[in-house]
């Protein structure tokens, strides 16, 4: 019978794969996003329910898209991000899910959803940048390799600031190192790797790039519903820098967001802040020495008050 005094059975349990050296600018291993976070409304909630748990959200990130909120709610997601240090990152639209075909509202278009569909959606995509940009946004989720090359030329051309921070979303998820490594190249600045990876597959994530890896250690039914907060000193440990991500299983999809689902997004993200607060107690009971990052931490996409 196991005993706690068998070292076998204590945690941390990495199965020998090697911890990783990488670290934000700040020094800190690890952050945490909340995601889902469908307005000022929603975002106000988050804030509350991390001032209850005691918890640090550093990011916290939005699926419906910078085209549905209005210039005013993009300034206020703004202002609020900026006053508490918290990095705003908006899903770019329209996409294809959004548009008049129907490839990706069947079986086998549905994971192509995220892609921009042609010129037209293209050149809508770059403005819905553009808007958010003017509005104080300075971080975007990107799920289309055209958009992120197309935001990336822009950026270095200088007609898009350098404050700008690239996030790919899990819906352009890599399943492997070689893919990683190509959205790396691509310019992105962060990249949401799958949710079910192994200890050995994140470690072979982490030796591609440096990047920031996003993870989910709670996500969605949709990405497959993997509830592994309790595990997060290891993964911390193999894939720091690391952005821990807190979706929630078994909770009503609120994409697109609106009024209709307001009170839906507000107890969803209120109960994600709940599961990192608990993640963090497993953190703190594991003996790990991961630190997280503070509020306005360099290397965050903060967003900037509009003028």
């Avoid at 990152?89 to 294809?96: D, H, I, M």
């Avoid at 490594?181 to 192994?198: E, F, I």
């Avoid at 720091?240 to 967001?257: E, H, I, S, T």
Wanted: proline share 5%.
């Amino acid at each position: 019978m196991p005993t706690l005094e068998n070292q076998t059975y204590r945690l941390p349990y990495r199965h020998g794969v090697a911890s990783s050296r990488g670290r934000f600018p700040d020094g800190a291993s690890f952050r945490i996003e909340i995601p889902s976070v469908e307005g000022p409304k929603v975002f106000e909630a988050a804030l509350s329910a991390a001032a209850t748990h005691g918890v640090v959200v550093n990011r916290v990130s939005q699926g419906s898209g910078a085209m549905l909120l209005t210039t005013s709610e993009l300034r206020d997601m703004a202002a609020m991000g900026a006053e508490n240090g918290v990095e705003v990152s908006l899903f770019v639209g329209p996409r294809e899910s959004f548009d008049v075909g129907a490839n990706a509202r069947t079986p086998e278009g549905a994971g192509r959803g995220g892609q921009l569909r042609g010129v037209r959606q293209l050149m809508y995509g770059v403005e819905d940048v553009v808007r958010a940009v003017d509005a104080g946004i300075r971080s975007f989720l990107i799920a289309d390799i055209g958009l992120l090359v197309a935001l990336r030329d822009l950026q270095r051309a200088g007609d898009l600031t350098d404050e700008c921070v690239w996030k790919v979303s899990v819906s352009l998820a890599p399943s492997n190192p070689a893919a990683l490594r190509v959205l790396a190249d691509l310019g992105a600045s962060t990249v949401n790797v799958p949710s079910d990876l192994t200890y050995a597959d994140l470690a072979d994530m982490r030796a591609a790039t440096d990047l920031p890896l996003d993870l989910y250690l709670e996500s969605s039914d949709a990405l497959g519903g993997v509830v592994r907060g309790h595990e997060i000193a290891d993964l911390v440990a193999i894939g720091a820098p690391l952005y821990a991500k807190f979706g929630l299983r078994n909770a009503r999809d609120v994409y697109p967001c609106g009024e209709q689902l307001l009170d839906d997004a507000v107890r969803n993200v209120r109960a994600k802040v709940h599961r990192a607060a608990v993640a963090l107690e497993w953190l703190a009971r594991s003996g790990s020495d991961a630190v997280q990052s503070k509020p306005h931490a360099a290397g965050l996409g903060l967003p900037r008050r509009a003028a």
